[in-house]
């Protein structure tokens, strides 16, 4: 009676239960199917929100002893317009701050060179190649010294296919062939050289910052001193051309903007030279290519034009060791001169230990190095204390509104002139943060908020499979 009794009332309780087992064997698979699909969303939604464009090693730590380089280099990160820049910077050892952070002396302070990598390439990349972390390096004395800044250029997969420098019609692309002006690389920079001569205001001569770079980043410096020539002492730079403007028609006809078109506050004549490799099959020599490129030679007479060279005093050199020629303009306006080292036989990588045997870097810095910022000298009619409105080819599309801070700007003591296409320039104070964080930041959403989802909809997907 007794097992009977219990028997019934199993029963009945598994009649209770039945219509609840019943839907959920009903709803059982495509609960599955939608959890699965989610899961899977999710996932996706966890690489787009990195929003990456490459593979480089944007971390903290990139440029260090204990990543396999010879030297360490910290990074340095600052908003620019929502978006996280970073660059990292190199100080040799040796090179000792003053204490006094208004020393102005040029007898104590150094120079400071910005090496821009090319597209699709690495800030991280540089010091293994460009040579300028070498010399950096090795420097033993006051005359040999130099800050070296290294900036990492766009990494945002939506706004870019690569890595890449916003240089004009090069070479920031979407979908591989349309060009992208979005990129704000003209405010990056300015307000990098910013910060460092705010944090080095002690070592840094302000009167001595140089460009360099490699392809698209000898093209970016090529475009910062046509717009900001006020800033730069010279330009050095390997196997780029200029690209400002509109891109060249079928015929190879490129519509230019010479500096005064782009520069409304006026081009200040600054010293140009171009290292070019004439095997080089990525920006050819002689011109060409799917971009239909200017060639070497063609580039380096727009700056003997822009700096009002003697156009007929044009000279060619060949080296002694048969290796190179160099082309000269003299007569050029306040003293600058525009040089081409034309590289036999060459490919689109002449640096030393790459493509050439020659120390073309050195090669460089000699030229550069001899040269100091120019002075803007303003029209009567403009005083100095009134902003001149800037007209770009390329002008940002989010301009900054944070208030100008003439004492924190390392430019203010040397007729310093606005920020591209503002009235007002952005405080020089950064939000310093390492890549790693950034990441953090996607434009998807936040990539520790989607972890938790994850896992959580990973539980919930285990648990339904004993059901």
């Keep these: 009676k007794v097992l009977r009794a219990r028997t019934q009332r199993n029963m009945t309780k598994a009649r209770s239960r039945r219509p609840t087992l019943r839907l959920v064997h009903v709803f059982k698979q495509p609960l599955r199917v ?36 010879w030297l360490s280099a910290p990074q340095t990160c600052i908003d620019v317009n929502g978006k996280t820049r970073c660059w990292y910077t190199y100080t040799n050892p040796k090179v000792v701050a003053s204490d006094n952070t208004n020393n102005t002396s040029n007898q104590q302070q150094i120079p400071l060179v910005i090496d821009i990598h090319g597209r699709t390439g690495c800030a991280s990349w540089m010091p293994w190649y460009s040579g300028w ?55 990056f920079l300015t307000k990098m050289m910013d910060t460092l001569l705010s944090d080095f205001a002690s070592i840094i001569d302000v009167n001595r910052v140089y460009l360099a770079g490699h392809s698209n980043g000898c093209m970016m410096a090529q475009r ?157 009619s403009s005083p100095s204390n009134e902003p001149t409105s800037q007209v770009s080819a390329f002008p940002s599309s989010s301009p900054v509104d944070v208030p100008y801070s003439s004492q924190s700007n390392q430019f203010a003591n040397s007729s310093s002139v606005p920020y591209m296409n503002e009235q007002k320039a952005p405080s020089a104070s950064p939000e310093l943060q390492s890549a790693d964080e950034s990441l953090l930041q996607g434009s998807n959403g936040n990539i520790i908020t989607t972890k938790i989802i994850f896992v959580t909809v990973f539980v919930l997907t285990y648990a339904f499979s004993f059901i």
Aim: glycine share 8%; proline share 4%.
């Design 133 to 187: 972390a070498r010399l950096a390096s090795e420097a033993t004395n006051a005359q040999e010294h130099f800050i070296l800044a290294m900036p990492q250029g766009n990494t945002d997969a939506s706004i870019s296919d690569s890595t890449c420098w916003n240089a004009g019609y090069c070479c920031c692309f979407r979908n591989n062939d349309a060009p992208v002006n979005q990129v704000e690389d003209m405010l």
């Design 224 to 380: 910062f001193i046509a717009e900001r020539s006020d800033l730069i002492a010279a330009v050095g730079c390997h196997a780029g051309v200029v690209t400002i403007g509109d891109m060249p028609n079928f015929f190879g006809n490129p519509n230019w903007l010479l500096p005064s078109k782009v520069n409304a506050t006026g081009y200040v004549p600054t010293p140009v030279i171009t290292v070019h490799g004439t095997a080089d099959d990525v920006v050819p020599y002689y011109g060409g290519q799917y971009l239909r490129h200017p060639g070497a030679e063609e580039s380096i007479s727009w700056w003997a034009e822009a700096n009002e060279c003697d156009l007929t005093a044009k000279s060619v050199t060949v080296d002694s060791s048969g290796k190179y020629a160099t082309h000269a303009y003299s007569g050029c306006a306040g003293g600058a001169s525009v040089q081409l080292l034309e590289m036999y036989d060459v490919g689109h990588t002449p640096y030393e230990g790459v493509d050439t045997d020659m120390d073309t870097t050195s090669l460089v810095k000699e030229f550069m190095f001899q040269f100091e910022r120019q002075e803007l000298q303003l029209p009567s």
């Design 34 to 69: 939608l959890i699965a699909s989610t899961a899977l969303q999710l996932i996706a939604s966890l690489a787009v929100a990195q929003n990456l464009n490459t593979n480089c090693d944007l971390s903290a730590d990139a440029i260090s002893v204990g990543n396999g380089f």
